[in-house]
């Protein structure tokens, strides 16, 4: 399977908080969407590592995904070795999406700003065709997405664009929900956190709100680029002005 799109993340809900609007736009639109988790979240404070995989499950369903997967690798311990990296690699050449979104580089959590560097090397060296991976037991050929762009966790960035997600922020907060376990719920012992605090998911809409204001649309969703990005006509811009 060809993905359009492949979004890598920590943990099984950050691209829900993150991005989730996007992919569905596109799986809309009829392309093939994916998410790899990294982990399987099993340091989180709130639930175990079977519920949230029963919530990634319920959230892809949600989202349209072609495929979603979990490379089990230790929460809070994602290394920057040969072994996780070519692990990662063989993904990207069976997956070969033609985008992938990763995390920024900077970011509060050192598991988002690991899987960033992780994601961005095996970006790189995927195609590279002297680096030898296989699947099924038959060599994988070199495969290079066309490009990759980072999606804003917790800390901000100056947008390199905004993609317009207005008509399907509703699914995004569907996916978001589906992590249950995560958020505020007044009959949960378990500790609170961050994510579990009532007002926790009225901010994820606001953002939206903001950035979405910022290309005058309802909801969007903010990427950094690393490199330039061109258009093929000056008109394809939305303007905030519009």
Known sequence: MKLD???????PDDVELSCAGTLVKAAKEGMHTGIVDLTQGEL??????QIRTHEAEEAAHILGLATRRNLKMPDGNIEMNQKNLRTLIALLRELQPRILLIPHFNERHPDHMHTHQLAREAWFYSGLAKINTRMNGSAQKAFRADNFFSFMQKFEFIPSFV???????????QSIR?????????ESKEPETILSKPEFLEEIETRALYYGQSIGAQYGEPFYSYV?????NIFDLTLASR
């Open 178 to 186: 589906a992590h249950r376990s995560q958020f505020h719920n007044p």
């Open 163 to 173: 993609v317009d997600v207005s008509d399907t922020f509703e699914l995004r907060m």
């Open 228 to 232: 330039p990005i061109g258009i093929k």
């Open 44 to 49: 989180g404070t709130r639930g175990t590592k």
């Open 5 to 11: 799109i492949l979004a890598v993340a920590a943990h």
